[in-house]
């Protein structure tokens, strides 16, 4: 049965860019091998990382949406674990495709801790 | 007609003696007074969630800005007391909010300086 996954990346950001290329490039040929397909690919480009990883504070992100079956996605996180230029992933079954939906940033909450929040 | 006349008196009282009823509700304790003395008391609002409030607004935990009103200072997840979401959304920040920590989107705890 086909699902939709959704797979985000970290790769090492000091890794070269023909390096971050070729696992990305790696990652959509895995998925489409067996009959899976892209929906969408989405580069964010070099990144922050919130805490770090493997001594990294900075990563390469991308985000892959595919519609596969099960083997396609255990086999792409096989092939991410196993590439030592990757800092982590993370793959989410059952992902609607929700790009037009309003994001939730918009509007601002009114509660009292946000805003010592965005003070302090 | 004799039921549209009674029907269209009745509309004329009522704006008048539901003012005198109001007027004199802190004293009276009748049944249909009650949501009247309900609007004399102190004005709590009461905190509705956003998620329900607004259709198709969603949790993305891949939007590390949208996860932030839900976080404390230290990077804790926001208590559903103060942030004022529903059980459901709440069960669904809190889900989003792991995963973007799993991805270093945020922070699992932030040292303070």
């Known amino acids: 049965m086909e699902k939709m996954y959704e797979t985000v990346c970290i790769i090492r950001a000091d890794a070269g860019e023909d390096v971050i290329k070729g696992i990305i490039t790696k990652a959509t040929a895995t998925v489409e091998a067996n009959g899976g397909h892209v929906v969408k690919l989405d580069e964010w480009g070099r990144r922050r990382l919130a805490y770090p990883i493997a001594k990294k504070h900075e990563g390469y992100y991308f985000v892959l949406n595919y519609k596969s079956r099960s083997e396609q996605s255990k086999e792409l996180g096989r092939i991410l674990r196993l590439n030592e230029d990757v800092l982590r992933y993370q793959t989410i079954a059952g992902v609607v495709g929700a790009e037009e939906a309003p994001k939730a940033e918009d509007s601002a909450t009114k509660n009292e801790a946000t805003k010592g929040d965005q003070n302090g | ?113």
Not at chain 2, 37 to 44: E, L, T
Not at chain 2, 48 to 76: H, M, N, S, W
């Open chain 2, 1 to 113: 007609m004799d039921n549209r006349g009674a029907r269209s008196s009745a509309d004329q009282r009522s704006p008048g003696a539901r003012s005198s009823t109001d007027q004199r509700s802190p004293g009276g304790r009748g049944s249909t007074d009650q949501r009247f003395q309900g609007g004399r008391k102190p004005f709590i609002r009461k905190k509705v969630c956003r998620f329900c409030k607004t259709k198709g607004l969603t949790i993305d935990y891949k939007d590390a800005k949208a996860l932030r009103p839900y976080l404390t200072e230290r990077g804790r997840i926001l208590p559903r007391r103060i942030s004022g979401v529903c059980a459901k959304h709440q069960r669904m920040i809190s889900t989003a909010i792991k995963q973007a920590r799993n991805l270093a989107i945020v922070p699992f705890t932030v040292v303070s300086m």
